[in-house]
């Protein structure tokens, strides 16, 4: 633990009275924590991912190696970005620099990014603009309780309510096995509420010349807007639930988007899908939230439709079991089909 033993302890304090950092050697807190932190894996609740860095002035974050910002390391996320990047161990404050109170990012790649690369650099751009940086110093992080303050009595209950089966809060979403990690990552930043959305920016003072939706222009932009009640959302969603043959009511809120799965609540694989796809679904409309920004294009519903119905195809298909591999027409005609078992139909209808 050495000279780091401090920062281990989350500097910041908070260590609540049944974990105090003044009676207990380091060691043993330490060797607690980690007795600790494997129940948590072992309820579900993925404890090595539980602890981020907190960013403060951004100079003692790796920004491609540690993760800061979302659930994952970014150089895992932006993968073809990481391959470019001069300095592998640049830090947050060598990448983001804040100009009149916004924050702009700093690249410096190998070579020029091209292709597939100029995706993941508009998506990181997106990410990094709501990151504000501080005169603070760096610190840690705990996840999994929304004060990031990280005491024992969190995680007991976090574990208590893992086994009663209960999710501890919005941020223990898991990953989902049929979708990329970027896929992943975009809903978790969705149902924390850590995307750039118009409003959030303006509230944080950067000067944008419309606060309304891009994809409908008719309604203040914010996340709910954006995935649950934008017209032009719902026209999407609509297709997709006739496409996977679900109530048009079973999708009112946020919730329902990213972590509810009434549909199947019986059938593990069922539930896996449909969530994925729903996820897909928020992905896909975001790319076009930004292509419309970006580019001023834009595409019909049911264009956009194909693209989450091709698209969540070759991800799923590629991330399923050999043994029962999606095929395209059945997907595309039929998807819930893949979550009826042998002996019980779900969900369906
Ligand atoms: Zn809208």
């Given at each position: ?49 539980s ?9 003692t ?32 404050a ?25 995706n ?96 409908c ?24 639930l ?12 946020l ?9 199947f ?32 294009k ?52």
């Open positions: 633990m050495g000279k780091n033993y401090h920062e281990y302890l989350w500097v910041g304090g908070g260590l609540d009275t049944n974990f105090s950092c003044m009676n207990i050697p380091g060691r043993t807190i330490w060797k607690e924590i980690i007795k600790a932190g494997k129940m948590a894996d072992d309820t579900g609740a993925s404890f090595s991912s602890f981020s860095k907190k960013l403060g002035n951004g100079n974050i790796l920004f491609w190696d540690e993760i800061w910002c979302g659930s994952e390391r970014l150089g895992d996320t932006f993968h073809r970005l990481y391959m470019l990047e001069s300095n592998k161990d640049a830090t947050v060598d990448r983001i620099i804040n100009v009149n109170s916004t924050s702009t990012s700093n690249w410096c790649w190998v070579r020029p990014p091209r292709g597939r690369a100029l993941e650099i508009l998506e990181l751009n997106n990410l990094i603009s709501s990151v504000t940086l501080t005169d603070q110093s760096d610190s840690w992080k705990f996840n999994l309780d929304s004060t990031g303050i990280y005491t024992t009595k969190t995680l007991s209950q976090i574990i208590n309510n893992l086994k009663l089966g209960i999710h501890a809060s919005a941020i223990l979403i898991q990953r989902n096995k049929f979708t990329p990690q970027k896929v992943n990552f975009f809903a978790w930043r969705v149902i924390q509420r850590k995307i750039p959305i118009r409003v959030e920016l303006d509230k944080r003072g950067i000067d944008l010349d419309t606060i309304l939706c891009p994809l222009d008719t309604d203040t932009e914010t996340i709910d807007h954006t995935f649950v009640t934008c017209p032009k959302t719902s026209q999407i969603r609509e297709l997709i006739t496409w996977w043959s679900q109530a048009i009511t079973s999708i009112t809120n919730g329902d988007v990213i972590i509810n799965n009434q549909s609540t019986s059938n593990n694989i069922g539930s896996s899908l449909w969530q994925a796809t729903k996820w897909i679904v928020c992905y896909i409309i975001w790319k076009h939230r930004n292509l419309k920004v970006l580019l001023k834009e595409w019909s519903p049911a264009t956009i439709v194909s693209e989450i119905q091709t698209q969540s195809y070759s991800w799923i298909s590629k991330r399923s079991k050999k043994k029962k591999p999606i095929e395209w027409q059945q997907w595309l005609i039929n998807p819930s089909s893949y979550v009826v078992t042998s002996s019980h139909r779900v969900g369906v209808g």
